[in-house]
């Protein structure tokens, strides 16, 4: 992961810069973390579909949280994600 996006009750968003996936079309990975005893509860978001990939620790109702954060945030994630890209040319 590269973009820091936010940090809210100790859970950390960042994401990746846009990506092409094998079938031509543009993703970006978003990741939701937080400390826990052993390590890192996490859950992998696909961007723009918003599809949850992989999880471990996060409750269900904590999941459905995720997925409308990234629907409410997901534009500015890929104007950040882009901003990266034009930098970087």
Same mark, same amino acid.
């Given at each position: 992961?590269? #973009? *820091? *996006?936010? =940090?809210? $009750?100790?859970?950390?968003? !960042?994401?990746? @810069?846009?990506? !092409?996936? =094998?079938?031509?079309? %543009? =993703? /970006?990975?978003?990741?939701?973390?937080?400390? #826990?005893? $052993?390590?890192? @509860?996490?859950?992998?978001?696909?961007?723009?579909?918003?599809? $949850?990939?992989?999880?471990?620790?996060?409750?269900? @109702? %904590? /999941?459905? %949280?995720?997925?409308?954060?990234?629907?409410? #945030?997901?534009?500015?994630?890929? @104007?950040?994600?882009? %901003?990266?890209?034009? =930098? /970087?040319?």
């Amino acid at each position: 992961m590269k #973009n *820091y *996006y936010s =940090t809210i $009750n100790h859970v950390v968003l !960042t994401f990746s @810069d846009i990506k !092409t996936n =094998t079938d031509g079309f %543009e =993703t /970006i990975l978003a990741r939701f973390e937080r400390p #826990n005893e $052993n390590g890192f @509860d996490f859950a992998e978001w696909k961007l723009p579909c918003i599809c $949850n990939v992989r999880s471990y620790g996060f409750s269900e @109702d %904590e /999941i459905m %949280e995720q997925e409308r954060y990234l629907r409410n #945030n997901a534009p500015l994630m890929w @104007d950040l994600a882009r %901003e990266e890209m034009v =930098t /970087i040319a």
